[in-house]
């Protein structure tokens, strides 16, 4: 292949292969107190961000740094899906076919 070819595709000819790369790193991830985010979580889902009220539906559903409440869960599903959240339709049906987390 020449040279001004290999440039036009985005190739380094001389580059070093692959496997002389430094691993792959994942980046870190945060962990944060759900009760800290409740709060900012309720707000944004009070006021109509769907995202918030699938997490919230979740965070209801699996107890994350809240008693277990199938009824809040199943409540902020059905806002998500109204509000359009594209999984939140589905995954209300499969809270009542799926038994919840333990723990």
Same mark, same amino acid.
């Given at each position: 292949?020449?040279?001004?070819?290999?440039?036009?595709?985005?190739?380094?000819?001389?580059?070093?292969?692959?496997?002389?790369?430094?691993?792959?790193?994942?980046?870190?991830?945060?962990?944060? !107190? #759900?009760?800290?985010?409740?709060?900012? %979580?309720?707000?944004?889902? $009070?006021? @109509?961000?769907?995202? /918030?009220?699938?997490? &919230?539906?979740?965070?209801?559903?699996?107890?994350?740094?809240?008693?277990? !409440? #199938?009824?809040?869960?199943?409540?902020? %599903?059905?806002?998500?899906? $109204?509000? @359009?959240?594209?999984? /939140?339709?589905?995954? &209300?049906?499969?809270?009542?076919?799926?038994?919840?987390?333990?723990?």
């Amino acid at each position: 292949m020449s040279d001004d070819l290999a440039q036009q595709q985005g190739r380094n000819q001389s580059a070093e292969p692959v496997h002389a790369r430094a691993p792959y790193t994942p980046p870190r991830m945060t962990v944060v !107190d #759900p009760l800290e985010v409740l709060p900012r %979580l309720l707000q944004h889902a $009070q006021g @109509g961000n769907a995202d /918030a009220a699938y997490l &919230l539906a979740v965070v209801y559903h699996c107890g994350c740094g809240v008693p277990r !409440d #199938p009824q809040q869960a199943s409540f902020w %599903l059905a806002y998500a899906s $109204q509000l @359009g959240h594209p999984a /939140a339709g589905q995954t &209300l049906g499969n809270m009542w076919t799926t038994p919840a987390p333990k723990g």
